[in-house]
């Protein structure tokens, strides 16, 4: 039987954590960045964390992908299951579970056939939602007082905006400025729309009748950020009628389906925007002048009417013929009707008095009286039974106040009582406080007296310096600065002394001088 090999000893002993980190640098340092181009899969959105993690494959291979939440945040192009991307990272490994990993910094899209199809499924959920319907979008205003541009400020769709305005009809514009491609250029876009639907009626800024959001041709990813979600919710929410302008003719973006309107170039815009001020005063002429002839035939016909309708008015002699004749056969009938008028009150005054004897009056004066009688007894009664429950009442709420009034009270002076105490309590806080305040206050201050005290130049006059100052009481720092005949102002310690500069300082005398103050000498020529 053959023997077995020996053990190799000599070999050198790692650790896990050892051999991961070797592993580790190894695979860092031979690849670093790199690009790969694979389909997602796995997605399921960020994680709670924020960061994303998911794999990278093709026909025969995977590997791990993961995008922290800070990167993933500043990415314009989110990642999403199945789609093919091109993956700009650094490749990795994570000891955790021995696999090797790219941590994705940039993301996009693997050509234009995978950019459409976003596109497509974007369109689908954005349209499922109803931001596309046709009964949500509103009417433009026939004739705009003020029209905000959302565009680049420096391209020429904005000069050609303002430059087909001002042929067919000026108005007014206001011009948000974004950046039309790009990073952030989608939510630079979306703010503009948002910002100009947030400006008051009546404001400084006078807000938009209506809004043009327009751009140059480009490619479909220069095109891009007006496919995002942000932009076209909120040209859909925009309570300001909208024409979307992107590109040529040929260009279509998700924007043009929220938009109100779609125009297929900017010029095109301006023109759906207001008519041509030339063909409106034409017509308004025309307009005019076919007024002018309706209102001359409608009068000359009303004209003939009113004659027509005078040849057949009869004449007033005519017209009163009748009524005078009515009126002279009243007038003849008038006194025989006041007689018997008279006659028949006369015979009706009579049989009433008839019935207006004295003794039927006292009747009914007594039978007036009977009644008065019984009613003042029954008003008697019922006064006295009403101010007999009145006073049981008031006695009753009379006891209730009573009582009410003596716990109140009782109430009161408990609480004045807990006051008093509280009030005492706090008056000894609050002296204690103050106290302890005073001293604190009273310690600190002793503390920066000491302190201004050591910092003070008075201590450095008492160890024998002095302070020179000019006639202003101004600091004299060189002696260069010092002329002959200058008023000097000197102060020691104990005191303040005048003295007058007699010449120009120079480097000979300056070691005199110190030996002069070295031999104690007293101050000294300071020059």
Same mark, same amino acid.
């Given at each position: 039987?053959?023997?077995?090999?020996?053990?190799?000893?000599?070999?050198?002993?790692?650790?896990?954590?050892?051999?991961?980190?070797?592993?580790?640098?190894?695979?860092?340092?031979?690849?670093?960045?790199?690009?790969?181009?694979?389909?997602?899969?796995?997605?399921?959105?960020?994680?709670?964390?924020?960061?994303?993690?998911?794999?990278?494959?093709?026909?025969?291979?995977?590997?791990?992908?993961?995008?922290?939440?800070?990167?993933?945040?500043?990415?314009?192009?989110?990642?999403?299951?199945?789609?093919?991307?091109?993956?700009?990272?650094?490749?990795?490994?994570?000891?955790?579970?021995?696999?090797?990993?790219?941590?994705?910094?940039?993301?996009?899209?693997?050509?234009?056939?995978?950019?459409?199809?976003?596109?497509?499924?974007?369109?689908?959920?954005?349209?499922?939602?109803?931001?596309? #319907?046709?009964?949500?979008?509103?009417?433009?205003?026939?004739?705009?007082?003020?029209?905000?541009?959302?565009?680049?400020?420096?391209?020429?769709?904005?000069?050609?905006?303002?430059?087909?305005?001002?042929?067919?009809?000026?108005?007014?514009?206001?011009?948000?400025?974004?950046?039309?491609?790009?990073?952030?250029?989608?939510?630079?876009?979306?703010?503009?729309?948002?910002?100009?639907?947030?400006?008051?009626?009546?404001?400084?800024?006078?807000?938009? /009748?209506?809004?043009?959001?327009?751009?140059?041709?480009?490619?479909?990813? @220069?095109?891009?950020?007006?496919?995002?979600?942000?932009?076209?919710?909120?040209?859909?929410?925009?309570?300001?009628?909208?024409?979307?302008?992107?590109?040529?003719?040929?260009?279509?973006?998700?924007? /043009?389906?929220?938009? #109100?309107?779609?125009?297929?170039?900017?010029?095109?815009?301006?023109?759906?925007?207001?008519?041509?001020?030339?063909?409106?005063?034409?017509?308004?002429?025309?307009?005019?002048?076919?007024?002018?002839?309706?209102?001359?035939?409608?009068?000359?016909?009303?004209?003939?009417?009113?004659?027509?309708?005078?040849?057949?008015?009869?004449?007033?002699?005519?017209?009163?013929?009748?009524?005078?004749?009515?009126?002279?056969?009243?007038?003849?009938?008038?006194? !025989?009707?006041?007689?018997?008028?008279?006659?028949?009150?006369?015979? !009706?005054?009579?049989?009433?008095? $008839?019935?207006?004897?004295? !003794?039927?009056?006292?009747?009914?004066?007594?039978?007036?009286?009977?009644?008065?009688?019984?009613?003042?007894?029954?008003?008697?009664?019922?006064?006295?039974?009403?101010?007999?429950?009145?006073?049981?009442?008031?006695?009753?709420?009379?006891?209730?106040?009573?009582?009410?009034?003596?716990?109140?009270?009782?109430?009161?002076?408990?609480?004045?009582?807990?006051?008093?105490?509280?009030?005492?309590?706090?008056?000894?806080?609050?002296?204690?406080?103050?106290?302890?305040?005073? #001293?604190? !206050?009273?310690?600190?201050?002793?503390?920066?007296?000491?302190?201004?005290?050591?910092?003070?130049?008075?201590?450095?006059?008492?160890?024998?310096?002095?302070?020179?100052? @000019?006639?202003?009481? $101004?600091?004299?720092?060189?002696?260069?600065?010092?002329?002959?005949?200058?008023?000097? @102002?000197?102060?020691?310690?104990?005191?303040?002394?005048?003295?007058?500069?007699?010449?120009?300082?120079?480097?000979?005398?300056?070691?005199?001088?110190?030996?002069?103050?070295?031999?104690?000498?007293?101050?000294?020529?300071?020059?």
């Amino acid at each position: 039987m053959p023997a077995s090999p020996e053990p190799l000893v000599n070999l050198a002993e790692y650790t896990v954590s050892e051999l991961s980190s070797a592993l580790k640098r190894t695979v860092e340092d031979a690849y670093g960045h790199v690009r790969v181009r694979g389909e997602i899969s796995g997605f399921r959105g960020p994680h709670a964390s924020g960061h994303c993690y998911f794999a990278l494959k093709d026909e025969s291979a995977k590997i791990e992908a993961v995008i922290w939440r800070g990167v993933h945040g500043r990415m314009r192009f989110k990642p999403q299951e199945g789609l093919e991307v091109i993956a700009t990272g650094k490749l990795t490994t994570y000891p955790g579970s021995s696999k090797y990993q790219i941590v994705i910094e940039a993301l996009e899209p693997a050509g234009v056939g995978a950019l459409m199809a976003l596109m497509e499924e974007r369109k689908k959920k954005l349209a499922a939602e109803g931001l596309f #319907d046709e009964a949500r979008k509103q009417l433009l205003p026939w004739l705009p007082e003020v029209i905000g541009v959302v565009t680049s400020p420096t391209g020429a769709v904005i000069r050609d905006i303002l430059h087909r305005l001002a042929d067919r009809f000026p108005r007014r514009v206001l011009v948000w400025p974004v950046r039309v491609q790009g990073e952030g250029s989608a939510e630079q876009i979306a703010a503009a729309i948002d910002g100009f639907n947030a400006l008051a009626e009546g404001g400084d800024t006078p807000r938009p /009748d209506l809004l043009i959001v327009a751009r140059g041709g480009g490619s479909l990813e @220069d095109l891009w950020a007006f496919n995002e979600e942000i932009v076209v919710r909120a040209a859909a929410a925009s309570m300001i009628p909208l024409i979307s302008a992107v590109g040529h003719e040929t260009d279509v973006t998700l924007i /043009d389906f929220a938009a #109100d309107r779609r125009a297929p170039t900017p010029t095109a815009a301006a023109e759906m925007a207001v008519p041509v001020r030339a063909e409106l005063a034409v017509e308004v002429g025309t307009l005019a002048r076919r007024i002018m002839l309706c209102w001359q035939r409608a009068q000359e016909g009303r004209r003939t009417e009113l004659r027509s309708a005078a040849r057949a008015l009869s004449t007033p002699e005519s017209l009163l013929a009748l009524p005078r004749q009515r009126l002279d056969q009243a007038a003849s009938a008038l006194p !025989r009707a006041l007689r018997a008028n008279t006659h028949l009150h006369d015979r !009706r005054l009579s049989r009433v008095a $008839a019935f207006l004897t004295v !003794r039927t009056l006292k009747g009914q004066i007594a039978h007036a009286d009977d009644r008065l009688r019984h009613l003042a007894g029954r008003a008697a009664r019922c006064l006295s039974v009403q101010t007999r429950a009145r006073r049981e009442r008031l006695g009753g709420w009379n006891a209730r106040l009573s009582a009410a009034l003596r716990a109140n009270a009782s109430a009161h002076r408990q609480r004045l009582t807990a006051e008093r105490t509280r009030v005492e309590r706090l008056g000894g806080d609050a002296t204690r406080c103050m106290r302890s305040t005073i #001293d604190e !206050r009273r310690r600190r201050l002793a503390h920066l007296g000491q302190v201004l005290e050591a910092l003070s130049y008075r201590n450095v006059l008492a160890r024998g310096f002095a302070l020179v100052r @000019d006639a202003h009481g $101004a600091p004299l720092r060189s002696a260069a600065g010092v002329a002959a005949g200058t008023r000097l @102002d000197i102060e020691f310690a104990d005191g303040h002394l005048g003295a007058t500069a007699d010449g120009t300082p120079s480097s000979t005398t300056r070691p005199a001088a110190r030996r002069e103050r070295k031999s104690g000498g007293g101050q000294g020529d300071l020059f």
